[in-house]
């Protein structure tokens, strides 16, 4: 299958810092990434959706000013959590998909990047 | 009712076994499904991909759609202690994201 990178996999960082994580799909066209966050032990909740060269779409209850999204080409996709608090601390997965001509193509994910906040 | 729902386990089985994993869901317009597997601390990776109802098998595993009962079902043959993961059913309408269930804990013990 396609492969998509995710970096970095781990990052502690003091609070009210700021923390970047990129998301490259590095065989395909990635024309949609999305970004999810994971507790411990559930499953994925889905913070948003980005369209290569448009703005993302953030899901309810998900704050755009904190977490930044820039989808600037079709193989990059980057989060920027802004002034980073204890309670971000969580796994960050993001998943690529080439919708292209063929929608609902298989979603790709990266490593996910393991963010605490201290 | 969650648009999705799927048996948190965990479930342990013996190695050799065959394991079942299932998902229900609610919306009948879901026609795109998928399994994956995520091994602790890692980005889930994808283990199956159906369109609409039917079976689809690749090497031990075997995905099952049933879209007049809303169910689908991912089943491993002869279990491996390397299977042991969480995995998670997702599934979408056209040109809709992907919803994914809550994920099902499997051990395989040696």
């Known amino acids: 299958g396609a492969v998509v990178s995710q970096h970095p996999s781990r990052v502690i960082c003091k609070s009210g810092t700021s923390v970047k994580i990129e998301c490259r799909s590095l065989d395909f066209q990635a024309t949609t990434m999305f970004w999810y966050r994971q507790f411990p032990k559930q499953s994925l909740m889905l913070m948003a959706t980005?369209?290569?060269?448009?703005?993302?779409?953030?899901e309810q209850g998900v704050e755009k000013d904190k977490f930044l999204i820039n989808h600037a080409s079709l193989t990059l996709s980057t989060l920027t959590v802004t002034s980073a608090h204890p309670e971000d601390s969580s796994f960050y997965i993001c998943?690529?998909?080439?919708?292209?001509?063929?929608?609902?193509?298989?979603?790709?994910f990266g490593q996910g990047t393991r963010l605490t906040v201290v | 009712q969650k648009e999705v729902e799927q048996d948190p386990g965990p479930l342990s089985v013996p190695e050799g076994a065959i394991v079942s994993l299932n998902c229900t869901y609610s919306n009948s317009a879901f026609q795109y499904f998928m399994w994956y597997r995520q091994y602790s601390r890692k980005g889930p990776e994808l283990l199956m991909y159906?369109?609409?109802?039917g079976n689809k098998e690749d090497g031990r595993f075997t995905a099952q759609v049933d879209k007049s009962s809303k169910y689908i079902s991912l089943f491993i043959r002869d279990s491996q202690p390397s299977d042991s993961a969480t995995y998670l059913c997702?599934?979408?309408?056209?040109?809709?994201?992907?919803?994914f269930g809550p994920g099902t804990r499997l051990s395989v013990l040696p």
């Open positions: 980005s369209n290569e060269g448009s703005k993302a779409t953030y």
């Open positions: 159906t369109y609409s109802s």
């Open positions: 998943s690529a998909e080439d919708r292209g001509e063929l929608r609902n193509t298989e979603a790709f």
């Open positions: 997702a599934m979408s309408a056209y040109g809709q994201n992907f919803v």
